[in-house]
């Protein structure tokens, strides 16, 4: 694959260089450099909010009837399909993950745009009785320029996720995107021209946090943000929207667990751990990275996990086009070794592992699937994210346990439940606190069914209807009628 050396930012309708340098990619699949990206300082960001601005004041997004917009917004859903074959090996080559994750990532960036295209003409007010003399009603205001800020992880799909909304509600966006894998953002650029966007509507900008992710989110003139993250910069992010009294959706991470019962369909779960903990190689802030199972079947779900573990064939993206047992790199050699060192620290703690833990002696940031036990709840590693392909398993000796070790975190963002019992799968769906909560499968649900935190999982939500609501403001209208 020929991949373009240097790769610009797209500030109000051109591509341009950034006022603080340039950084190296490193393919992770390979440990050698990729490419280079321009690097935005405050001076850009600035420049690009004023070019947002220029578009709402100018009210090209706001006066044409939604369904109007809807098709724009879904047309660059259409471009990134059209563009597959393109940015699927790119996306490979920067974020690590197997060529057919990085296919099934374009086909759900698109999917939000087919999604919130067609949302758009879906936003209505109500009317609201006043007696007698007064009309009056409530409609719906885009807030203006929304900043938007996007991780490593799903850099295609977090993007689209936070861009699709904006746009259908008639936001003017402004994408701060991440600075290990900036480059297949170049993808949102071309579009937004060939759609016919003006210069401005879509600005897309790589800097680092401190610098231009900090810069925009502490932009006066920033009306919105929406931040997709750690906890530590979700708080920075919110600091910054209060000291500006503007709103922000904060989707941080988790440490979601599903509580596996007696009854469950352990030949059926075997599914929920590959997809659940070794897709895009665990780097998955909704990843199932706690298994609670109750002490009858833990043997066997332990021997499972590992002959799932054992099963992945793990190597270069690049060479993993089919969808099927396989792995590919973290995204860089620190996110490997992070997570290289809490297995380490969890096995000082007590816990073994029962399979993988070890960095991959091969060039590029790999490491074995990896499955522990003698895991207890008060662990490191049963507290924090790890972020990356390792399991931790927990046996629970009845309902009221499992559910306190499966609350037991600050986090919130899923958790999941596994039996065949209603009673028992209700009663977990209403005792799991978190956002979204799974029965018999892991990550059931989709583009349409919101998504966001409890606890340290953040506020807010992006997906489904709800979404829409956190990118427009309520104007009610009172009509006295002389
Ligand atoms: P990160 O918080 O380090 O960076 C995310 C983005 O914030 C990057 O673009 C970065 O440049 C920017 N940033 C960093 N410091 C900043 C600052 N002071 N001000 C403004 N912007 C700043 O997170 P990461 O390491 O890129 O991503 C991994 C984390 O993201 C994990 O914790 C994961 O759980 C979470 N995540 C959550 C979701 C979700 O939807 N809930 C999705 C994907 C990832």
Redesign the pocket.
Known sequence: MDVKPYWQNYIDGAFCDGGAGRVDIINPGTGQRLAEQALADATDVDRAVQAAKRVHRSGWLTDMRPVERGRIVQAIGRYLLDHADDIAPLLTAEQGKPLWEAHKEIAGAARYFEYYGNQAETLEGRSIPLGAGYFDFTHYEPFGISAQ??????PLE?TA?SLSTGLATGNACVV?????TPITQYIYAHAAEAVGLPAGAVNIL?????E???????HPDVNQIV????????I??AT?AAANVVPCV?????KSAAIVHEDADLEAFETDIRNGIYVNAG????AMSRVIVHQSRHDELVERAVSVAKSLSVGPGAERATAGLNMGAMVSEA?RDRAAAMIADAEAQGAQVATGGRKMNIPGAFLEPTVLTNVTPDMTIAQD?V?GPVLSVMPFKDEAEAMRIANGTDYG?VGGVFTRDLDRATRAAQGIRAGQVFVNEWFAGGVETP???YGK??YGR?KGREALMNYVQTKNVAIRVR
């Open positions: 800020i996007i991780p490593w992880n799903f977090m996720r701060k995107t991440p600075e290990l790589c800097g680092w946090g401190h231009a992710g900090a810069a925009l989110s502490g931040f997709t993250g750690s906890v530590k910069t979700g920075a992010i910054a904060l989707e941080l991470g988790g780097q998955v802030c909704s996110q994210e972020f963002l998504f966001g935190g999982s953040g992006e």
